[in-house]
């Protein structure tokens, strides 16, 4: 038994001294705890998914053989906690960050990476601000609230209605959509008769929806994420508004469709940054997913593939690991992901950023010409 | 107009009577041993939870049957898992502390609570789960323009009875008798032949009981169910009980309804009556300012008793 333990101790040391790899840590952060626990996950995956599979094919950068490691933070979707795993991450010396989910924990700890000169790149913070910064090594793989929210209100004012109320859950990306909705829908020559706050952990929404519905909307704008959508749908419901709804990526789920169980309708919409996953320049993602990981992907996982893509890449290409080296050529990258082409603008925003408007249908969002 | 008013005093009814029921388990525990069980909040959630997952048990073990059996049958497996974590929070976390400071146990209610949404997570993993629909909401209209669904009128009439219950079980019976005895003063009470410990761990079976029903409510009225929903639910409750008085059976129930058509007058009229210079994003905070001008003129709540020592 002893003699066995030997050997194989042995053979342990042995393997580890033949294959000397370098690791390279990944950092990923994103709410794993609370209520968009489920998102936060899913992006994690994401990245996840990116790291195996550049793994598996054996990378080498600068003459050695390279293993990714991904390093996963709860940022809880709030914002003191993200700059503190952000701090963590730069700590645990990860040399790029996929993250974080939310714009209101990304614009604060983007600070932490620029001051760290770490690059990161949001697979889903859409709030405009957060390229705005002037930081150097700030990125995002989707499409900015100022794209989507301008297509939600055109959209809403041109097809759906000119009576338009808007309702935000106050969080950075709820209000920055909102703001940009409201452009939208004046742009498209709608009116905006209501507009509504709620919260990030909020059930209830009878109060302000029987405010909304003394203004006899015909469209009813929800922007703010899945786990309030489905419950607000219902409401609606429940008081007998027979307004259209829509509702911004944070609610393009299939999450929200078993949320809102009967009280979907075909006359609710989503829109999403982006293309749909049937869409996607690579159409076996959803497959690969699935089977890694064992669950549907909730929206982002894609965006934040993508993004560890881009650093991976781009650390190949600039043959160096370090920030400083890959940097200059992660501005310059061009490829193609599973998004489609992975490119940024001077700000950092991804280039042609694509948003899709999808319409409920039969137990499904589809996508609709608009 | 009024058909708006009236809605939203429905509303409030509605979102009151669950903070009733909730604030009950808060005000109960706080009259008996000082303590504020910030945990009270989880066992909402604890409740929600065990009910769904014996519904979908029994839909899977014997489908077809009328959808208000599953929905007892959730309620009667959920009852007594509550009253049992209950049991074990008080026995595990609070017995010990009885004497500390009073700091201690305060300190180990938010563990406990930490803990229990960290076990349910495990559990019940991170998603949000769909409720299934046992009960209707398809809106009734009672009059033109204001709708109530079944579900919602279940939430206030079970509410109501289960405070009727309480209030006679706490005047009318023996126990209750005892249970206001050690309110008053647990050593003596115990001198009195009174077992103190028995008494007080079932305030906390009770009131978990109480919270387990409330969470089947809250979690049929809107269709989810959350590792994390018993929080908003838990503090909204606990500052029901402390606007009626704590310490106090009647002052939290109509500290919970008070709250609730606070709640949803201010959020639907704050901005007409502030000409727009406040907006529904300050529903929380409207709630909060009525909070703190009763506490200015009463100190110890709407109904609370003008005692030196703990109600």
Not at chain 1, 59 to 67: L, M, P, Q, R, Y
Not at chain 1, 189 to 218: C, H
Not at chain 2, 198 to 217: D, P, Y
Request: hydrophobic share 45%; charged share 15%.
């Amino acid at each position: 038994m002893k003699a066995k333990l030997l050997v194989l101790a042995l053979l342990g040391l042995g393997t580890s001294v033949v294959y000397a790899q370098e690791i390279v840590k990944i950092g990923h952060a994103g709410p794993l705890t609370g209520n968009i626990a489920h998102l936060g996950k899913d992006n994690e995956n994401g990245a996840r998914m990116a790291i195996e599979e550049e793994n598996a094919k054996g990378v080498k950068i600068g003459g050695k053989a390279v293993k990714f490691e991904l390093i996963g933070e709860d940022d809880q979707a709030d914002p003191k906690t993200g700059t503190t795993v952000a701090q963590r991450l730069v700590d645990a010396g990860v040399k790029g960050v996929v993250g974080h989910l939310n714009s209101g924990t990304t614009i604060p700890a983007s600070r932490i990476y620029d001051q760290a000169g770490i690059p990161m790149i949001s697979p889903s913070a859409t709030n405009p601000k957060l390229t705005l910064q002037g930081y150097q090594g700030v990125f995002r793989t989707i499409a900015n609230d100022v794209q989507q929210g301008s297509v939600i209100g055109k959209f809403s004012a041109t097809q759906l209605g000119k009576r338009v109320a808007i309702i935000d859950d106050r969080t950075a990306y709820g209000q920055g959509l909102a703001d940009e909705v409201e452009k939208g829908v004046k742009a498209g020559g709608g009116s905006v008769i209501a507009r509504e706050y709620t919260n990030n952990q909020a059930t209830d929404f009878m109060a302000i929806l029987t405010k909304i519905k003394a203004t006899n909307p015909d469209v009813i704008v929800y922007s703010g994420m899945d786990a309030q959508g489905g419950p607000m749908l219902k409401q609606i419901k429940e008081l007998g508004i027979g307004a259209k709804w829509i509702t911004g990526d944070g609610g393009c789920t299939p999450e929200l469709i078993k949320l809102a169980g009967d009280a979907i309708s075909s006359r609710a919409y989503c829109t999403q940054a982006g293309l749909p996953l049937e869409q996607m320049a690579d159409k076996t993602f959803k497959d690969r997913y699935q089977k890694r990981f064992g669950t549907e992907v909730q929206i982002y996982a894609p965006y934040s593939y993508d993004a560890a893509m881009a650093i991976m890449t781009a650390m190949q290409k600039a043959d160096s690991v370090e920030p400083a080296k890959y940097l200059p050529v992660l501005k310059k990258i061009d490829f193609k992901g599973v998004t489609g082409t992975v490119a940024f603008d001077e700000k950092g925003d991804i280039k042609n950023g694509s948003v899709t408007v999808y319409e409920y249908r039969n137990g499904n969002w589809m996508p609709i010409k608009h | 107009m009024i058909q708006t008013l009236l809605q939203q005093i429905i509303n409030g009814l509605v979102v009151g009577s669950v903070y009733a029921v909730v604030a009950l388990g808060y005000t109960m525990v706080y009259g008996i041993l000082g303590l504020i069980n910030f945990a009270h909040g989880d066992i909402v959630m604890v409740g929600a939870l065990t009910a769904l997952s014996s519904i979908l048990f029994l839909q899977e073990a014997i489908p077809g049957l009328p959808p208000v059996i599953y929905f007892l049958f959730g309620l009667l497996v959920a009852i007594p898992v509550c009253m049992a974590v209950g049991y074990t929070m008080e026995r595990a976390a609070y017995r010990r502390l009885r004497n500390a400071p009073r700091l201690a146990p305060l300190i180990t209610a938010i563990g406990v609570s930490f803990l229990l949404q960290t076990l349910a997570m495990i559990i019940w993993g991170r998603s949000y789960h769909s409720y299934p629909q046992l009960i209707s909401t398809a809106p009734l209209q009672i009059f033109t323009g204001v709708f109530v669904t079944p579900v919602q009128l279940l939430t206030i009439g079970l509410s109501a009875a289960l405070m009727l219950a309480l209030v006679v079980l706490v005047t009318r019976t023996k126990l209750g008798r005892a249970m206001r005895a050690t309110a008053e003063n647990h050593r003596i009470a115990g001198l009195m032949g009174v077992d103190t410990n028995r008494i007080i761990a079932l305030t906390f079976i009770i009131g978990s009981g109480l919270a387990a029903v409330a969470g089947v409510m809250i979690a049929s009225n809107y269709g989810v169910a959350h590792y994390s929903m018993g929080f908003t639910p838990g503090i909204k409750a606990f500052t029901a009980a402390v606007l009626g008085g704590i310490g106090n059976l009647a002052g939290a129930m109509v500290g919970g309804v008070v709250l609730g058509l606070i709640e949803a007058i201010g959020a639907g009229y704050i901005e007409t009556w502030t000409g727009g210079w406040l907006n529904s994003s300050y529903q929380d905070i409207f709630a909060f300012i009525i909070l703190g001008i009763v506490l200015i003129f009463r100190p110890t709540g709407l109904l609370g008793e003008r005692v030196a020592d703990r109600a």
